[in-house]
């Protein structure tokens, strides 16, 4: 029987309706990009003196969402375990590179719930490359259970997974391999033979492309972690970029280069995260995806490790799928959000299963269902703690160093620590103030050198270091470019 075209264009809609609606919704895909010890004042989003060109990741944020405030910790290990746990160190015990308390080194995934395998149970494809330095428990241990990854290792974690073959790339020092030029990274359990002029980053965003291309064509959901070996600081000068000349030498530099080379880094990095949205957009699932970049602590010197405000501060830029235009905001957040944020994205808030974790999810925000996030947050590091309301702050709250009642400040709307008013016991509004953080002085105690930690052999190493002058000053107080306020 002959079919009229009326009709027969009729029977194909009718044929593409059902199809449509029998074919189930892709859920988001996600990825979550980790820098390496960079403050937020170094991206250009922030309009800081110090900002560096960054224009895709600038994007991303006039596109969503980039806190001015945000807290990880001021040191890369305990701000990843914080990132994948949902949970701070009163809970996980991992407050330093040096203080992972309670064996948590090695069972910190076994006890705390983790975003991978919150989205492993929903069916997504993950994938984790970079630099892990987030316990002995690895990505592709059932812990965690990434199902594939490119990671920078030694030859300690390369002969761990099984690959004897003796790496003949380039070495920052005697022990750890080089993180940019000639580098070691393991894929899926066999060491890459890398070249001289092979460049880490270049060696992560293939990865990831081709990590994602793999999915997009299975029609999967895909949860990409990426915690980049950059823009660290070099160990022993730092390599140049393919963006800035050839093969940087591994010698000392002076500090202008030394300093040229690290925002060449950043310049590098911002470009790497193009190359990733340029892939994503030419499979056709940039819209289907949420984008979140952050960094793990402040900048190395001027920042890392301290108790002040600068220690934990991050960049945080959320940008994708489902997420309202706000560009820079004055709402909190740290890194314990990170998790239930991930968790909601990809059962769109509808997840059936209740995580354990102490961070509140973004989502809501994030979609423009609320304007307000959370009233307060909380970095730390090793004896020092730090609180922050949207309008004042108390850091380096420090028993072990003699400052057990911190610094107090007013802070209004200011932020990047300008602005700052110190408040002392003395002013009419210092009770009032420290009235805030009563509350969180009580649920989150700071830790004392009576720990039996202490008492151990590291321990007591680690104390004898933290106790010198020296460290005790480079803790206490912010770098000498940094003193925007009053720190007496």
Not at 95 to 108: D, G, P
Not at 219 to 229: M, R, S
Not at 406 to 426: A, I, P
Request: charge should be positive; include cysteine; charged fraction near 25%.
């Amino acid at each position: 029987m002959k079919i009229s075209v009326k009709y027969s264009v009729l029977f194909g809609l009718i044929l593409f309706s059902f199809s449509a609606i029998a074919a189930p919704n892709k859920a988001t895909n996600i990825i979550l990009i980790l820098a390496d010890d960079v403050s937020p004042d170094k991206f250009g989003l922030y309009k800081q003196a110090a900002a560096v060109l960054t224009p895709n990741i600038d994007k991303l944020a006039h596109q969503g969402v980039a806190f001015k405030t945000a807290y990880a910790t001021a040191m890369c290990g305990p701000s990843r375990v914080q990132l994948m746990t949902g949970k701070y160190a009163n809970s996980t015990g991992v407050y330093h590179n040096s203080i992972w308390l309670e064996n948590s080194h090695n069972n910190v995934y076994s006890n705390f719930d983790n975003f991978a395998i919150a989205l492993k149970k929903q069916g997504y494809a993950s994938a984790i490359t970079g630099k892990w330095h987030a316990g002995n428990q690895m990505p592709y241990e059932k812990e965690l259970a990434f199902d594939e990854y490119a990671l920078w290792v030694n030859d300690k974690h390369a002969h761990d997974m099984g690959d004897k073959t003796v790496f003949n790339g380039a070495y920052e020092d005697q022990k750890t391999p080089s993180r940019y030029w000639h580098p070691s990274y393991a894929v899926n359990g066999k060491r890459l033979k890398t070249k001289p002029t092979d460049f880490s980053l270049d060696i992560e965003v293939d990865f990831i492309n081709d990590f994602i291309k793999r999915q997009s064509k299975e029609n999967k959901p895909f949860l990409v972690y990426w915690p980049t070996v950059a823009p660290h600081g070099a160990r022993k000068g730092m390599p140049t970029t393919p963006h800035r000349g050839d093969v940087g030498e591994m010698g000392k530099t002076n500090k202008k280069e030394t300093a040229a080379r690290f925002d060449a880094l950043i310049e590098y990095l911002d470009y790497s995260v193009g190359q990733v949205i340029k892939n994503l957009e030419e499979l056709g699932e940039l819209d289907n995806t949420v984008i979140i970049f952050v960094s793990d602590n402040g900048t190395a010197v001027t920042a890392k490790t301290r108790g002040v405000e600068r220690g934990p501060q991050v960049a945080a830029i959320m940008s994708g799928a489902g997420i309202k235009s706000r560009g820079l905001s004055n709402e909190l957040t740290d890194f314990t959000d990170i998790a239930p944020t991930i968790v909601d994205i990809a059962s769109q808030g509808r997840s059936k299963v209740r995580y354990d974790f102490d961070g509140t999810s973004l989502y809501a925000y994030l979609q423009g269902e609320t304007d307000v996030h959370r009233d307060w947050i909380y970095g730390y590091i090793s004896g020092s703690q730090i609180f922050r309301t949207k309008t004042h702050l108390l850091e380096v709250v420090n028993p072990m160093l003699g400052l057990p009642d911190g610094r107090l400040y007013s802070t209004g709307d200011n932020r990047f620590q300008q602005g700052y008013q110190r408040l002392k016991e003395t002013d009419i509004n210092y009770s009032k103030a420290m009235g805030e953080f009563t509350p969180l002085l009580q649920k989150f105690s700071a830790l004392s050198k009576e720990h039996p930690y202490f008492s151990t052999k590291k321990g007591k190493k680690f104390v004898k270091e933290y106790l010198r002058s020296k460290s005790k000053n480079k803790h206490l107080y912010n770098h000498k470019d940094y003193k925007f306020y009053d720190e007496s």
